[in-house]
């Protein structure tokens, strides 16, 4: 499995950046697909996920209302929407992915699969 995330950049706070995962190497329709990220000093926390199969999606507290997690089957690539940025959202973010379950993993220790990361930078 590779998963290349991508869309990072530098945006001021209100605004809204898209990022990607195209995954590769094998068929993920049983796969769980998901975004955390890592601030600087923090730990890798738990974003959104969302099963491949059906669409279904979880978000973190955190996110909810302002990032939206997708996927594009004929692509094969997860989106993550992020809308009304706040400088706390600052962050590297990384896509992952898991082979089936019904139940959501928050924990980073799930996740078998892993991209490189993309900064997302929110200036206030």
């Known amino acids: 499995v590779q998963l290349q995330a991508s869309g990072g950049g530098l945006v001021q706070a209100g ?8 995954a590769s190497g094998r068929t ?6 998901a975004w955390f990220r890592q601030a600087p000093g923090k730990e890798r926390e738990f974003v959104a996920a ?3 199969s ?12 302002r990032f939206t997690i997708s996927r ?3 692509k094969n690539t997860v989106y993550l929407q992020m809308n009304s940025l706040k400088p706390e959202d600052t962050a590297v973010y990384y896509c992952a992915s898991r082979y ?11 996740y ?7 900064l997302v930078t929110v200036s206030s």
Do not use: E, P
């Open 100 to 110: 089936g379950g019904s139940v959501w993993h928050r924990s980073q220790s799930s």
């Open 112 to 118: 078998a699969y892993w991209g490189q990361g993309t």
């Open 54 to 65: 059906d669409g279904s999606t979880y978000s973190a507290d955190s996110v909810k209302g």
């Open 72 to 74: 594009d089957n004929a």
């Open 50 to 52: 969302i099963k491949w």
């Open 15 to 22: 605004g809204s950046l898209r990022l990607s995962c195209a």
């Open 28 to 33: 993920f329709n049983s796969y769980h697909m």
